[in-house]
């Protein structure tokens, strides 16, 4: 019909596991999601699937690129329990009136053995905060939640972890610092040698 169309194809990875009271955790992004992979509708690991590459060569790439996690040990340890595909076509987001098809593979991961030494890397067994090899930093978080309300949980075990005593701050703080990286992403969290910082997003204007 002579338009242009973008075509982007991706894997969105839930990583799940299991708390001690039997409650489903899963693995998300704590403090950044670039704008160009950012999915609204998605709490899971975004990764690209690069020309000539099969979805599956892709997930096991991006996992150890994120968590030095081999693709020996990633069969071993951290099996595939579901995964389904979806298409749409819609404007994108980060390119106006792009017309763009994004076509998306979901996997859900399992992980039934959180004890191994070998998945310490991914905040386990503890199920704490843990950054991972291209320094970003990953939480554990509601698998069932809603996007708002895991975004409230994320933040929380971010402060936490930071030792910061939400009690001590005024009542509407914890809601402006939430909206202000999440919703208007004036500013964006990162842990840096185990310090929680935040980054404010400036513009400057002259009026001549």
């Known amino acids: 019909n002579g338009l242009l169309q ?21 693995i998300r992004d704590a403090v950044y999601v670039p704008d160009s992979l950012r999915i609204k509708e ?3 690991i975004v990764i690209p699937i690069p020309s000539g590459k099969t979805w599956m060569e892709a997930l096991r790439c991006g996992v150890e690129e994120r968590f030095s996690i081999s693709p020996e040990l990633q069969e071993m340890l951290l ?16 390119l106006p009136m792009m017309l763009t098809s994004y076509r998306t593979l979901k996997v859900r991961i399992r992980i039934t053995q959180p004890d191994r030494p070998e998945l310490h890397c991914l905040g386990l067994p503890s199920m704490c905060t843990f950054q991972g ?5 990953w939480a554990w978080v ?16 971010l402060l936490e972890d930071a ?31 185990g310090t929680l ?9 002259w009026l001549m």
């Open 6 to 26: 973008r075509n982007l194809e991706i894997v969105v990875v839930s990583i799940v596991a299991k708390t001690t009271n039997g409650k489903d955790l899963m």
């Open 42 to 44: 998605s709490k899971g």
């Open 79 to 94: 099996p595939i329990e579901a995964n389904w595909f979806k298409e749409e076509q819609k404007l994108s987001s980060t």
């Open 133 to 137: 090899k291209d320094k970003t930093h």
């Open 142 to 157: 509601s698998a069932e939640a809603s996007v708002q309300s895991t975004n409230s949980e994320v933040l929380t075990k």
């Open 163 to 193: 030792r910061i005593n939400l009690s001590e701050w005024p009542s509407t703080s914890f809601m402006d610092l939430k909206r202000e990286v999440f919703d208007t992403q004036a500013s964006t969290l990162q842990v840096v040698n």
């Open 197 to 205: 910082i935040r980054h404010l997003r400036v513009i400057k204007v």
